[in-house]
Structure formats: structure tokens, C-alpha cells
């Protein structure tokens, strides 16, 4: 910036001086249209205009020019916009949960237990979610409900969801910027075994994601080669 700032001054120093002064002139020798001999040499060299003298430069001018830049100093703006790169941490107690069941009923339980922690909001999306089945043929499916729900809840307050339902549904998780506190949530599990379940393994493969919200680019676009 220290550079650009002196090429100004001196480009506008130097307009000064030379249209104060007025000093500096162009001659053009007239074309010759004969032979050269001795008179005519001697007659352009009486005639021709004499050699350009160096310009003296008036202290006055000189004056005036610093005048200019110290009533009007030069004034750089520039913008500042940082921006904080997002981040966000997960975490689950485990990838997979398992009923041991001895006799038909209604049963339900907290399956997995997460948090997730950040500086941005967090959807978690539910898909693949189905009723368990058994790998032997012609065993019917045993009817099996899902519920997530936000921090430390209890059973009662589940709004169970059909496995079909429950991957339309999502959880939004609000980051708090100025705690930044892990926020705790939990998947519910139920499941309704009738009297004609065979003894068999019943199970279904899920798929939970995490998605930040609200992001913006944050990183510099890419700059011309060279520079």
C-alpha cells in the first residue's frame, strides 16, 4: 500500500511541475530535399534549435503539492468479515440393540441413547425403518414402533410411530451458541410379539443421519493463477 501511495504522489507531483513550468518542448528537423554539401551544413547547423535545457523545478510548486496531501491525506477502507467454520460432534452408545423375549406381550425400551454437540443446528433423518422379520420362510413379521425425543424422557412420553411412519419423521436439534452444551436425545424401540411368533431371530438393518442446517460458504473462493 506504501508503494501505491508514492506512485500517486509522484505522478501527480510531476503534473504539477511540468504544466507550472511549461518547459518542455518537442522540435521536429524539416525534411531535406537536396544533397548534402558543405553550405548546407552549415546552414542547418546555424539554424538548428537548441539542445533541450533541464527543467529547474520551483520550490514553490514543490509547496504546493505537499499542501494538497496534507489537507487531503489519503484514506484506505477495508472490510472485515470472519467467519467461523462449522463443526459438530456425534455420539451414540452403541449401533445396535437386542431383545431377548421368552413369551408374547408389549414391550419397549429406550434403544439408543445420542448427543450431538456444535455450532450449528442438527436434523437427524430416519430411513430404512421396517417391522422385524425372521430369515425363515413363512414366519409373520413381528409389529414394531419407533419414538426419538429430545433429552432425558420417560416411556410415557413417546409418540410412537409404525416403522413405515417413523421414516417420515425427523429430529431437530437447536444448538444453544452461547452454552455450547452437548444436547442429549433417544431413540425408542417397541415391539408387539403375538403367541404365533415362531422362536426364531427377528431383526431389521436402520439408518440414521445426521444434517447441519443453516450453512453458508465460508471459505475463499479460488483466486486467479498467478496471483
Not at 499542501?67 to 452408545?93: D, G, M
Not at 414402533?145 to 417413523?166: M, T
Amino acid at each position: 500500500m506504501r508503494y501505491r501511495t508514492s506512485l500517486l504522489f509522484w505522478c501527480v507531483l510531476s503534473w504539477f511541475v511540468f504544466s507550472s513550468v511549461g518547459v518542455c518542448q518537442t522540435h521536429q528537423a524539416a525534411p531535406i530535399s537536396r544533397p548534402f554539401s558543405a553550405d548546407s551544413l552549415k546552414t542547418q547547423a546555424a539554424t538548428a534549435p537548441e539542445p533541450l535545457r533541464p527543467a529547474r523545478i520551483d520550490s514553490a510548486v514543490i509547496q504546493r503539492t505537499r499542501s494538497l496531501f496534507e489537507n487531503q491525506p489519503i484514506v484506505v477502507t477495508y472490510k472485515s468479515a470472519p467467519q467461523a467454520e462449522p463443526w459438530a460432534r456425534f455420539h451414540l452408545s452403541g449401533t445396535q440393540w437386542e431383545w431377548n423375549i421368552r413369551r408374547a406381550g408389549d414391550y419397549a425400551a429406550q434403544a439408543i441413547v445420542g448427543s450431538v454437540e456444535g455450532n450449528v443446528d442438527i436434523l437427524i433423518n430416519f430411513s430404512g425403518f421396517e417391522d422385524l422379520h425372521s430369515s425363515s420362510p413363512h414366519t409373520p413379521t413381528v409389529e414394531t414402533y419407533y419414538g426419538a425425543l429430545i433429552g432425558n424422557r420417560r416411556v410415557e412420553e413417546v409418540d410412537w410411530a409404525s416403522a413405515s411412519d417413523f421414516n417420515k419423521r425427523t429430529l431437530l436439534i437447536r444448538q444453544d451458541p452461547a452454552s455450547m452444551e452437548p444436547v442429549g436425545w433417544g431413540l425408542w424401540n417397541r415391539v408387539r410379539v403375538r403367541n404365533d411368533h415362531s422362536a426364531t431371530e427377528y431383526s431389521d438393518d436402520v439408518v440414521i443421519t445426521f444434517a447441519m442446517q443453516n450453512l453458508s460458504p465460508w471459505t475463499d473462493r479460488e483466486l486467479p493463477a498467478g496471483r
